[in-house]
């Protein structure tokens, strides 16, 4: 069974391809062989034959649409024009194997050519070399489901072997002692609280990071089949951004990103316009949870912080004559920062049309970067290297501006004596440079995997969904 000897070799190695032998009928086919190769009623048996046809036929199948688009459920942000496989695909690639006698070389002809696909998959050998795949306990954060992490917590630290029994969650201070005790086995800080960093290594098992490599590799095939010449990356799980020219990396950046209740949506699009010294225009959602509750302690919050209050007809407001107590979802008017240095959105903002009302900008609060955590903004998207990018942007297009008449060219230096002078001026990009936000929680580099805080949970929400049964 040569056919099936290639199929079995795949199946035993598809761990390599972030796959999971048992998808692939790996116990039944390994099953029938080994009967088929040792018993002699057995080699006779033709529905044995025809059941191990089958399972490799079916197994063979599975393997080219896993390979080919992933498991997970595409959507209007990951739909492609392959995104549907004909059976004529499907009967071509097994007629492919079945003359070549290599599953291997088939599937390996199906994936993503993508440079961080294969680099990440380079990384998986020594992965596994090294891996114990043990089932631990899954601890939510507190902010999500706070009675799911009630129940957890005690489990989990009764795995480490570090509480006596894993019912013990209303024994608050055994409990606070055995956190204390992995904090100090983890070199946590030891404060016996179970935060957001001590739960984010509880829940960083093997196992956990088999997961994410999986997850990760199949959206990579949810990507464009080819990227774009020039392109920007943001890299949420990463908090970085990348401008890619060709295969290179032209500018890297930290970036600030939302906060796991305000999370920064994943999306495509493309840069269509720059802004020196912008004004803030406070979104209703901000308003109602930030500055309400401010104003109704005192309307003078606003003035304090450099914010204007106006009507539909932008005229201004004096805060001190609105009944702000009659308000509890929002408010029918209109809060502005004013453009300057203190200014939330800093000195250079870049729109892309998008539903969500984000976008990428730089930042009166640049000491965030120094942070290693940054998933700390209300879901738009602070760039430190701001500076660098709207320089490559405007050395490589050809930009109008109206305030400077119809036809004239902008130059880097007239952007920076915008600038200098701190003044307000749009600046339409015409060679729009498509942008890719982003949700990887590990990525390949030189041959190792690095892995990323599941910050949003959404690995874990996808693990649940698609490999629950894993």
Partial sequence: MPIADSVMTFVENAMLYGLFPEDYHFKSISFIKDRIGSDTLARKDAVLWAKADVLLTDAMIGI???????????????????????????????????????????????????????????????????????DYTYVPYRVYDSIGYLHALPRRLFEEGLLDSSFASNDSVQVARAIKKYQQKKKLKADGKAGNETIRALNFTDKDKFFRIAVSLDKY???????????????????????????????????VCGKPLTRTPELSSSISEMITYPQWSVPQSIIAKEFLPELKKDPGYLEQKGFSLLNEKNEELDPYFIDWSKYTKGIPYKIIQGSGDENALGVMKFNFPNKYAVYLHDTNQRYLFGQSVRALSHGCVRVQEWEKLSNFILQNDSTYIDSLGRGSFTKTDSVQQWLLRKEKHYIPVRDRIPLFIRYFTCEGRGGKIIFYDDMYGEDHRLKEKYFAAK
């Fill in 64 to 134: 080219i649409k896993d390979v080919k688009l992933g498991r997970l459920q595409k959507d209007s942000l990951t739909l492609r024009t392959d995104s549907v496989l004909s059976n004529e695909f499907y009967a071509l690639q097994v007629q492919k194997i079945l003359e070549s006698n290599s599953v291997a070389t088939v599937i390996d002809s199906l994936e993503p050519t993508l440079k961080g696909y294969h680099e990440l998959k380079a990384g998986i050998k020594d992965f596994l070399d090294t891996a114990e795949f043990k």
């Fill in 221 to 255: 095939k949810m990507l464009p089949a080819k990227m774009p010449n020039k392109y920007l990356w943001v890299n949420l799980a990463g908090y970085y951004m990348q401008l890619w020219q060709g295969d290179s990396v032209e500018i890297y950046s930290k970036v």
